[in-house]
C-alpha cells in the first residue's frame, strides 16, 4: 500500500490542524493505520492507531485527549485531528501501515508502509 500524508503546517499554541492520509494500492481494509511524529534530536514515536474498522484505538499519553484518529475506508484515507496544540507537538508527522488489520498490541515494528512525512509545527 503506498501513502501519502498532508495537511501539516504552523500554528499557534491552542491551534487546531487535521492531517489526511491517503492510501493506494493494496486494500486499505487490510491494514490498521497510525500516525507518528518525530521532532529534531528524538526518535519516532507512535502517537496514534486505529483498526481496519475504526473499533479499536490507541493513543500515546503525550496525546490522549487532544488527538483524534479516523478512518474512511470509503475513500481510502485516515485522519488525525489534534487540538489543543502546544509547542512540543512540533515535528514531522509520518501516516503508517500496520501489518494487521486489528492488532492486539501496537508496535512500532510492526508497521510495513509509511508515506512521507508533514511537518507541524507550532509557535508558543
Known amino acids: 500500500v503506498q501513502l501519502q500524508a498532508f495537511g501539516g503546517g504552523l500554528v499557534q499554541a491552542g491551534g487546531s490542524l487535521r492531517l489526511s492520509c491517503a492510501a493506494s494500492?493494496?486494500?486499505?481494509?487490510?491494514?490498521?493505520m497510525g500516525w507518528f511524529r518525530q521532532a529534531p534530536g528524538k526518535e519516532r514515536e507512535l502517537i496514534t492507531a486505529?483498526?481496519?474498522?475504526?473499533?479499536?484505538?490507541y493513543y500515546a499519553d503525550s496525546v490522549k485527549g487532544r488527538f483524534t484518529i479516523s478512518r474512511d475506508i470509503a475513500t481510502n484515507t485516515v485522519f488525525l485531528q489534534m487540538n489543543s496544540l502546544k509547542p512540543e507537538d512540533s515535528a514531522v508527522y509520518y501516516c503508517?501501515?500496520?501489518?494487521?488489520?486489528?492488532?492486539?498490541?501496537?508496535?512500532?515494528?510492526?508497521?510495513?508502509?509509511w508515506g512521507q512525512g508533514t511537518q507541524v509545527t507550532v509557535s508558543s
Open positions: 486505529i483498526s481496519w474498522n475504526g473499533a479499536s484505538t
Open positions: 494500492g493494496r486494500t486499505f481494509s487490510a491494514y490498521g
Open positions: 503508517a501501515a500496520h501489518r494487521n488489520p486489528s492488532p492486539t498490541v501496537w508496535l512500532a515494528r510492526d508497521f510495513v508502509s
